[in-house]
Nanobody
Framework: QVQLVESGGGLVQPGGSLRLTCAASGSDFSFNVMGWYRQAPGKERELVASIISGRVTKYLDSVKGRFTISGDNAKNTVYLQMNSLKPEDTAVYYC?????????WGQGTQVTVSS
């Protein structure tokens, strides 16, 4: 059974940095697409960043230049480096992976940006 486990969330002051990690286990294949979504209270879940085949990246406009997604296909792991964090980045961040025409979700990790 495929499982995605996120780590690295927490409380940080505005302007600070966090690095999220998502590690997939239980699969005997590599994921074509891995990404990060977030959902703030009262808002819809939105795509923050994605990486395709470990190379092509895509970002939400509001995080461009501040967040960087990277992946290790061999380890089925994806990272999200978040710099210059703002209060509006506060949300639960979810890892998503797509492989063999199926999508998988992690349980989410809370990121809170506050002074």
């Amino acid at each position: 059974q495929v499982q995605l486990v996120e780590s690295g969330g927490g409380l940080v002051q505005p302007g600070g940095s966090l690095r999220l990690t998502c590690a997939a286990s239980g699969s005997d294949f590599s994921f074509n697409v891995m990404g990060w979504y977030r959902q703030a209270p009262g808002k819809e879940r939105e795509l923050v960043a994605s990486i395709i085949s470990g190379r092509v990246t895509k970002y939400l406009d509001s995080v461009k230049g501040r967040f960087t997604i990277s992946g290790d296909n061999a380890k089925n792991t994806v990272y999200l480096q978040m710099n210059s964090l703002k209060p509006e980045d506060t949300a639960v961040y979810y890892c998503n992976a797509i492989g063999r025409s199926r999508g998988y979700w992690g349980q989410g990790t809370q990121v809170t940006v506050s002074s």
